[in-house]
């Protein structure tokens, strides 16, 4: 399993990023995929989750309206677009696949909101 995240940066607040993650060596499209983030000196937090098809996907309380997350299983990739960015959103970004008792991270992405 390889999960390869692009797509952070610096942006000023109220601004928006799309974030991307590849994912490789397993049946992408049979599997709800995840959107975690840590920020320094916190617990890594959920984020957003999707369905493996892409019908059901639900998000974290504090990114209810901003953040969209979208899968193509195409292209085996899974994105989060995120809007009205706020400084507290400052984090590393991880894309997430869960089977059974095995969890599988990419390396992350680094999102940083200030002006």
């Known amino acids: 399993v390889q999960l390869v995240e692009s797509g952070g940066g610096l942006v000023q607040p109220g601004g928006s990023l799309r974030l991307s993650c590849a994912a490789s060596g397993f049946t992408f499209s049979g599997y709800a995929m995840n959107w975690y983030r840590q920020s320094p000196g916190k617990e890594r937090e959920f984020v957003a989750t999707?369905?493996?098809?892409?019908?059901?996907?639900n998000y974290a309380d504090f990114v209810k309206g901003r953040f969209t997350i979208s899968r193509d299983n195409a292209k085996n990739t899974v994105y989060l677009q995120m809007h009205s960015l706020k400084p507290e959103d400052t984090a590393m970004y991880y894309c997430?696949?869960?089977?059974?008792?095995?969890?599988?991270w990419g390396q992350g992405t680094q999102v940083t909101v200030s002006s």
């Open positions: 997430n696949l869960k089977n059974g008792p095995w969890a599988y």
């Open positions: 999707i369905s493996s098809a892409g019908g059901v996907r």
